[in-house]
């Protein structure tokens, strides 16, 4: 039996019987925990407050061997979860918690998915805005995946793309716009965007204008859906609050008459 501890942030916590809890960490490391925690919901003293989404923790587990399901024996909150107003930035916090817990992989480690995830939701935290924050993390998340191609090139020629229009889709990556090319806009401005995030923090990238926005705002987490195979709920539950209650005949907005 092996005991281990670190750093962790609490991706997701999911009630199991009366007061157990299944609990997705990422280490301090970068790997992805799956645990179990037995009575979390009884015991304040190993577990208080810290069995929340997007909480710091200092954890502890235990593992009896390499196939075992480790079992969460404390963890102790070192830093508060997002706080639930105003809601779209606790959407945004929740969207960049599920992104990391779809692409980071157990077994793997990677000490920047860590630093990555803490660092962004420092500033959705401090009040940055929220957007363009998880569009970075979406990009780094794909690019330390392997799963983000040269934005430089076409990828169907080999070509540079330099100031041509592209779109990009998960089978045959970055490709030069052109009849019957298929997948989502990725324009000169987008790709710009998107290579200053690989030299800048979070905080000091560059607001994308408004089509370049737009555009990464679509293809990014079409991508992930694409790539992962599942939906990014609060990503979608956001995107409903940022439309307005729908009217009954579907038109967002619209008021009732």
Not at 6 to 11: N, P, Q, S
Not at 20 to 29: A, F, I, P, Y
């Amino acid at each position: 039996m092996t005991i281990q501890e670190d750093d962790a942030i609490v991706l997701d916590v999911r009630t199991q019987r009366e007061s157990d809890r299944s609990v997705l960490l990422l280490t301090g490391r970068g790997e992805r925990l799956f645990a179990w925690a037995p009575g979390a919901a009884r015991s304040v003293r190993r577990f208080g407050a810290a069995l929340q989404p997007g909480a710091r923790v200092r954890a502890r587990w235990r593992r009896r061997g390499e196939s075992a399901l480790p079992v969460l024996e404390e963890a102790h909150l070192t830093g508060a979860p997002p706080r639930p107003d105003p809601l779209e930035r606790y959407y945004a916090s929740a969207h960049v918690l599920e992104v990391v817990a779809a692409l980071a992989r157990e077994g793997q480690e990677d000490p920047r998915l860590y630093r990555l995830t803490a660092r962004v939701l420092d500033r959705l935290a401090a009040g940055d805005p929220p957007a363009p924050l998880c569009r970075y993390l979406e990009a780094w998340m794909l690019r330390l995946a392997g799963l983000l191609p040269d934005l430089a090139r076409c990828d169907a020629s080999g070509e540079p793309l330099a100031g041509r229009a592209a779109r990009i889709t998960p089978q045959h990556g970055l490709v030069a716009d052109g009849p019957g090319v298929r997948g989502w806009p990725l324009g000169p401005a987008a790709r710009r965007w998107l290579e200053a995030t690989r030299h800048a923090a979070p905080d000091a990238v560059d607001t994308p204008d408004r089509e370049a926005a737009a555009e990464l705002e679509h293809a990014l987490p079409a991508l992930i859906e694409a790539f992962t195979e599942r939906p990014l709920r609060a990503l979608r539950a956001w995107r409903r609050l940022e439309r307005g209650p729908a009217a009954p005949d579907g038109i967002p907005g619209e008021p009732e008459r």
